[in-house]
């Protein structure tokens, strides 16, 4: 049995599967560990969305910030979805998306393995919140996702503001741990982010911090998985395994092993293209 973490698909199909094959991965014996970000760009969204619901028996996916655009635009009218990408509507117009849809509404926010280990998430944590924190705090938007509050809340998760605080209630609550857990690349020491910020460390504006490098920030028990930062590219340290290496921009799709003794990475070339901006 092996366990991998995979960075961002963004719809590339083709490199998904190429790395499947290289990992040799049999969903009776492995398990498959996604860190969010499964459509948009890539231009086979639905191919690779419908490739992942097929082996959610022997896989986990946490949800990232294109994940959730998809589902809160799937809210709209037609002809509203009729004006997003033809990535996207492939999913919106499919004969099997409520199916689809459904099943990824589902999907949690933060993964926890503690045999394991590890736990994963797409973005990030702010500087406070402990690896119990963080699951306290990805229950709570994952029950509104799940049940009957998820039209309101993907109505509202939209906002740069307010920043995280513990004292705050609501859809701002919502909308500020959706923040965290989906869309954290760079932060001040008080855990407010930098949304404008996407370069690599070292072109950050002064006085901010990579999520995982924030002074006083709190010990965590788990080594974590995540993505969403492609111009990090593969990045080991302070406990993190980043691994968003740019697939969906010419980049390459990332594997990770995440049990055994060592750090085993397994990776293809990513999507065919001429000239892209990660974003």
């Not at 995979?6 to 560990?33: S, V």
């Not at 970000?37 to 490739?51: A, C, K």
């Not at 741990?177 to 690349?185: E, G, K, L, Q, Y």
């Not at 993190?240 to 060592?262: E, I, M, N, P």
């Amino acid at each position: 049995m092996a366990v991998w973490a995979i960075g961002d698909l963004q719809g590339c199909y083709g490199p998904t599967r190429r790395l499947l094959d290289k990992l040799r991965f049999d969903p009776a014996r492995d398990r498959l560990w996604f860190c969010g970000d499964l459509v948009n760009r890539g231009g086979e969204s639905v191919q690779t969305l419908r490739l992942v619901h097929s082996l959610r028996a022997s896989a986990v996916t946490v949800l990232g910030n294109h994940d959730l655009s998809l589902l809160a635009i799937a809210q709209r009218s037609e002809p509203e979805q009729r004006k997003v990408n033809p990535d996207l509507q492939g999913v919106l117009f499919a004969e099997d998306r409520v199916e689809l849809l459904d099943w990824l509404r589902t999907q949690p926010l933060v993964h926890v393995d503690r045999d394991l280990g590890w736990m994963m998430v797409h973005a990030g944590l702010a500087p406070k919140w402990t690896t119990r924190l963080a699951e306290q705090h990805a229950r709570e938007v994952e029950r509104k996702l799940a049940g009957d509050g998820a039209r309101k809340l993907l109505k509202n998760m939209y906002g740069d503001r307010p920043a995280w605080s513990p004292r705050l209630t609501g859809v701002e609550r919502d909308r500020a741990i959706i923040n965290v857990f989906t869309r954290m690349r760079y932060c001040s020491p008080r855990g407010r982010i930098a949304f404008e910020e996407k370069g690599a460390p070292g072109t950050q504006t002064p006085g901010l911090y990579p999520w995982y490098e924030v002074p006083g920030r709190a010990e965590r028990d788990l080594r974590i998985a995540c993505g969403h930062w492609s111009t990090l590219g593969l990045f080991i340290g302070h406990g993190v395994h980043a691994l968003d290496t740019g697939a969906v921009w010419g980049g390459k799709l990332t594997a990770l092993r995440l049990d055994g003794d060592g750090l085993e990475v397994v990776q293809v070339p990513g999507r065919d293209v001429g000239s892209g901006t990660p974003g």
